[in-house]
């Protein structure tokens, strides 16, 4: 379900699920280029090429550790969402009952007439609802945050591994 205020949590998980599948064929793969790598560390004439593939050995590993942890981030924040979205439904139920609305995460009182009654009602709900509202906003900020961290460490990751593999083959 696609919410404005929380995200997608089916995408997030889609494309986290597809990260980690990726990373488990490049594990598969893995190992079987340090099959090969180790056969031919027996010729000494291919200690040139075993040297190549141990390299190549490491930048897959660091690509499987990101794309393992890059996905399973993105598989939390997936949970996240979801449980933030039905808080956020439950929450508009809550200010529904007592006479107001929610405006992303900010409870507001809609417009038109209303009684005395009502309007101390909605008085006295919205700083509670409010409080909830913005527990909600900060566990959302939070999850987001967390994934941020994972990716932007991911990238720099891949990046320190990328630049040590083109540094390599210019040798």
């Known amino acids: 379900m696609i919410d404005g205020v929380t995200g997608d949590p089916g995408s997030c998980s889609q494309l986290g699920g597809a990260f980690r599948s990726h990373a488990a064929r490049l594990t598969a793969l893995r190992g079987e280029l340090a099959e090969r790598t180790d056969r031919l560390r027996r010729d000494p004439d291919a200690t040139a090429t075993v040297t190549d593939l141990d390299a190549d050995l490491r930048l897959l590993d660091a690509v499987v550790d990101r794309l393992d942890a890059s996905g399973s981030a993105l598989q939390h924040l997936a949970q996240e969402l979801a449980e933030i979205a039905v808080a956020v439904r439950r929450l508009e139920g809550e200010a529904a009952a ?18 005395t009654e009502l309007a101390q009602q909605r008085h006295r709900a919205q700083p509670d609802l409010q409080r909830h509202a913005d527990r909600l906003a900060s566990r959302l900020g939070r999850a987001r945050a967390a994934t941020a961290r994972v990716m932007v460490d991911g990238t720099a990751a891949l990046a320190a591994a990328a630049t040590t593999s083109r540094t390599r083959s210019l040798r």
Do not use: C, F, K, S
């Open 98 to 115: 007592a006479g107001l609305e929610l405006d992303g995460l900010r409870v507001v009182e809609p417009w038109g007439v209303l009684t």
